[in-house]
Structure formats: C-alpha cells, structure tokens
C-alpha cells in the first residue's frame, strides 16, 4: 500500500539554522509533490509543489528537492525564525484526478 | 479575497447526535474537498466534489456520514448518528481544479462525549 512517513519527533532548532525536513514515501510514482504549513487551531497553508523532473524548488527561504530514485524529499528552512514554528507536511497525488495523500507532519520548534 | 469559509468552528455533541458542518469555497472555485484530521495525523480525504458531483467519495463512511453541494458552491456534511471515534477535526478545502493548490478553511472541530 502507498504509505509516506515524515519525521514523527519534533525538531528544536535555535534561530538562525536551517531545518530540514525528510518526507519518504513507498509504492508511490508521483509526477509532483507538495509541501504544506499549518499553525494550530488552522488549516494547512500551501508553499511549495516540487515536479518529478525538477531537482530543487526555492521560494524566499524555503527550498524543496526532490529525489524519484530515493523516493524522498527534502524540505529546508534557512535562516530560521521563531515565526516558522509550525507543523510542515507534505502531500503526493495518489492519482490524476486530484486526489492527495498527506503525510503526518514534521513539528518544527525555532527557539530564539 | 475571502479564504473558504467554514462553520461552526467548534462543535461539542453528545454519541448518536447528529452534526452538520457548512463550507463556503472560494468564489470560482470547481472543486471542493472534505478532509478529516485526527490528532498528530495529516489530513485523509473524505470526499471530493467537481461542481456539484460528487467524483471521490470512497473514504466518506457512507453509513453515517453524508454530504452534498447544492449548485456546485457552498457544501454540508453531516454525520449521524456519531460516535466517539469521530472527534476531530473536519477539513475543508477548494482549488480551481483538481491538480491545482488545495486552500484550506481553518476547520471545524468536533470533539463526541
């Protein structure tokens, strides 16, 4: 069965450094993938769609890769601020109609 | 622009209750999704409308669960009788098309006593 795992711990990081972020995933061949926030108390936000045939993604301070041999997917955050704190996930097509997967979320914990 | 819209946002009911939670998508908006969220989880499909059909509704549990989207804009969906295990948090989100980036309402949370 399809399954993608993210990091279940949560990740403590002082200001300033880079997160990073892993999403795997099995039995998946998706032609793009997704990257979400959410903030408690709120629905995810989107922030990044990452192609099969693109390697790296970079928005502001985030940057995605994307990795079809290891079935992976990386998600940084450089520079980090207190403000990033959130949940992270990330989301595949499960097929071509716009049906998506999401994973369980990465907590991400940016402490000044 | 408004974001989607949902009601109420919080939801506290007693087993065997009914329950309805309303989604107001973004204007122009084809598709809609339902997505529940357990705690620590992402969120799992429930059903997906493109305009008024209903296209995915293989996760909705049909015994209890129900959902509709008159005109192809606003949606409801209902749950009765409910039980403990729905607690949660009900999702809902709109795109342009399906494929395209999903927004999210801020959700409907639903704790069952």
């Known amino acids: 069965s399809q399954k993608i795992e993210q990091n279940s711990e949560a990740l403590n990081i002082q200001e300033g450094k880079t997160a990073t972020l892993t999403c795997n995933y099995t039995n998946y061949s998706p032609a793009y993938l997704q990257w979400y926030r959410q903030d408690p108390g709120r629905g995810p936000v989107f922030l990044l769609l990452?192609?099969?045939?693109?390697k790296e993604k970079r928005k502001e301070r985030l940057k995605v890769t994307f990795d079809t041999t290891l079935k992976q997917s990386l998600f940084h955050i450089t520079a980090s601020q207190p403000a990033d704190s959130a949940t992270y996930l990330c989301?595949?097509?499960?097929?071509?109609?716009?049906?998506?997967?999401f994973g369980a979320g990465t907590q991400v914990v940016v402490t000044p | 622009e408004a974001g989607v819209v949902q009601s109420p946002r919080y939801k506290i009911i007693e087993k065997k209750q009914p329950v309805a939670f309303w989604c107001n998508p973004i204007?122009?908006?084809?598709?809609l999704y339902w997505y529940r969220q357990n705690l620590g989880q992402g969120p799992e499909l429930l059903i997906r409308y493109e305009n008024e059909e209903a296209v995915d509704d293989s996760q909705l549990p049909k015994d209890r669960f129900s959902a509709e989207r008159l005109k192809g804009v606003d949606s409801t969906l209902k749950i009765q009788p409910a039980e403990l295990g729905d607690s949660a948090v009900y999702l809902c989100a709109s795109s342009l098309g399906s494929q395209e980036t999903q927004y999210f309402g801020p959700g409907t949370r639903l704790l069952v006593l």
């Open positions: 989301a595949l097509p499960t097929d071509s109609w716009g049906k998506f997967q």
């Open positions: 990452i192609r099969e045939n693109e």
């Open positions: 204007s122009g908006h084809n598709t």
